[in-house]
Structures are given as structure tokens and as C-alpha cells.
């Protein structure tokens, strides 16, 4: 690859991505939004309640107060657990008000703001990574599975791998070889999927407790959405050819999330106890 190629793929790189930051303004943003509109719920028929019955407006105001009660705690819940992993009381769930509510708020507010659901998604993965990481436990080798996009594989590669992985010869021309590496050295099923129906097939047949996925943005926001409440750790792929053509993964960012979501009991570097995995595997 050219140094200008290179350079213009850094450049590209950047400009799809975003800290957790941008996720989290756009969620103060909205709350404040929100606010305004259910304030306005409230001061609009404000005149016309008195007419209704003297009580009326104070009904009003009470219902109005507990929904931006609601909003507010939910938006705080949101930024101290993403910054601190500590949980506000009644909003330990906040991933999936993440997934469910906010996302689809953020994108729609991200568009009126000019910034590309790109960046508003990539934002989006680093925020629930962060929710994955604090919530979830260890895991037993057969209860984590990486999930990979088919763009990975080399395009001059005519093996079928999607219904076993296990094809591969393991040539060296693109990352399909390093993650059964990583597969054999961890015992951890490999999965690569050609879409979104096959990758749910997968899941459904392995019935992970956690997946570890790498994709685009656009691949790993659906992901997140349609699996919850099954946690997904996102990592995205590299694209130097452009989208959906000889993508890498980044392998140093997958060893280390195997390794903070694997049982140190099943590290291979500290004897790794013997599981079924790698023979099951291997027949698949
Ligand atoms: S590493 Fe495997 S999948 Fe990749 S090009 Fe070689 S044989 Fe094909």
C-alpha cells in the first residue's frame, strides 16, 4: 500500500470515528430537549386548566415533574456509569436504556447536528463497551464467541468458511489464520457470519453468555441492538481497501478483550484447565 493510501486510510479512519464523548454529549443534548418539550406540556394548556378544575394544573405539573424526573435520572444514570461504572439507585439497567432509548434519539439528533451515524455509532459501541466491561463477569472458554464479518477473508480466497472456519489453510494472507490461532491458544469458538441472518443463526446455535465482534460501525450497532440483552463487546475493523474488502482486526485489542472476559483458570499461560472446546471445534 502507497504512503499516500496510508495516509488517506488514517485520515478516513478518523473521520469514522469518535470518543464516547460525542455519545455523551448528544445524550445531554437530548435530555434537554426532552425537558423543554415536556415543560412545554405543561406551560402551553397551563391557561386552560383552570377552566377544566382548580386541582387540574397541579395534576399536570406532578405528572410533568416525574417524567423529567425520569429523563434526568436516566441521562445521569448514563454518564456516571459510563465514567465511573458506579450505578445510580433504580438504573442498573442502563444498557439497555442505552440500546433501546437512546441510540435511536441520538442518531436522529446527531443528522440535525450535521454529524454522520458513523460517528454517532461509534460513539454509541464505545459507551456500551463501557457498560459490558463493568457489568459483565468471567467466562468458561465455551460461553464467549468471537464473531467475525466475512470481509475479513482475502478476496482471492475461494475456501468457504462461513459454515466452518475450520476450511482456512492457514496461508497467512489475511487475518482469518491469526484468529484460529487465537481460537486454538484460548479455546474459544470462532464464528464468521456473511450477514446479519446467519450471525443470529450463530448465536442462537452457540448460545453464547457474552460475544466478542468485530465489524464496521453500521454492522456492530445493529449487532449490539439485536442481541440485547445478550452483551456485546464491539471492536472495529480496519479498513484499508475500503468498506467490505479485505478488512483487518485489529488482534492486539481482540487478545486483550478475550483476556478480560476469559477466567483466568482458562489462561493458556497459566496452564489453562482442559475443556472440549478445541476437539468440538475442530469437528464442526
Ligand atoms: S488465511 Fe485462510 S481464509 Fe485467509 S486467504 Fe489464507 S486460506 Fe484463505
Known sequence: MSENNSKNTAQNYRNETAGKSLFLGLVVITSLFLALFLISLWVIPYVGFNAIHPWAKWIAAVLVGAALIVVIWASLGLLLKSTTGKNLPLFNKMRGITVRLFLPIMTLIGRMFGISKNKVRSSFIQVNND?????????????????????????????????????CKRCGKCNIADLLDLSDRYNIHLAVATGGTIARRIV??????????????????????????????????????????????????????????????????????CTDEGDAQAQT
Not at 218 to 229: F, K, M, N
Not at 230 to 237: C, D, F, H, R
Open 131 to 167: 457498560l459490558v466491561l463493568s457489568e459483565a463477569d468471567t467466562y468458561r472458554p465455551e460461553d464467549i464467541l468471537m464473531l467475525m464479518p466475512h470481509c475479513l477473508q482475502n478476496s482471492r480466497c475461494k475456501i468457504r468458511l462461513t459454515y466452518n472456519v475450520r476450511n
Open 204 to 273: 442462537v446455535e452457540r448460545r453464547p453468555r457474552i460475544i466478542l465482534a468485530v465489524a464496521c460501525q453500521r454492522d456492530l450497532a445493529s449487532g449490539i441492538q439485536d442481541t440485547y440483552p445478550l452483551p456485546v463487546y464491539g471492536i472495529l475493523n480496519l479498513r484499508p481497501h475500503g468498506p467490505c474488502l479485505d478488512t483487518l482486526v485489529p488482534i492486539d485489542k481482540l487478545e486483550a478483550a478475550i483476556r478480560r472476559f476469559l477466567d483466568r483458570r482458562y489462561y493458556p499461560d497459566q496452564g489453562g484447565l
